[in-house]
């Protein structure tokens, strides 16, 4: 069993940045892939991000590419997502998954999320 701690939300102006940070407790993040997704009121979870066991494989969302930046710190048992740039758009609950794929839907654990609200 892995419980995943997400922090680091709040609100930011627009053209703002936020790094969000997910500690897992019970078990090693390094045995797992682990992602990053968001859910903003009335629309469904979409993923953001996902990085690999070893950190050297990353993958994003069209959306988010060249603004967000997944990474990991293995020793730490923690993954960030970096953020920069915010729109109003990125306004959501975010949340990290941890799964033995990067991407796809076989995510076994999630987070409670932290809310990201981001001002025009």
């Known amino acids: 069993q892995v419980q995943l701690v997400e922090s680091g939300g709040g609100l930011v102006q627009a053209g703002g940045s936020l790094r969000l940070s997910c500690a897992a407790h019970g078990r090693t993040l390094s045995s797992s892939s682990m992602g990053w997704f968001r859910q903003a009121p009335g629309k469904e979870r979409e993923f953001v991000a996902g990085?690999?066991?070893?950190?050297?494989?990353?993958y994003y969302a069209d959306s988010m590419k060249g603004r967000f930046t997944i990474s990991r710190d293995n020793a730490k048992n923690t993954v960030y997502l970096q953020m920069n740039s915010l729109k109003p758009e990125d306004t959501a609950v975010y949340y990290c998954?941890?799964?033995?794929?990067?991407?796809?839907?076989?995510?076994?654990?999630w987070g409670q999320g932290t809310q990201v609200t981001v001002s025009s």
């Open positions: 998954a941890a799964g033995p794929e990067p991407v796809g839907r076989s995510w076994s654990y």
């Open positions: 990085i690999n066991l070893s950190g050297s494989n990353e």
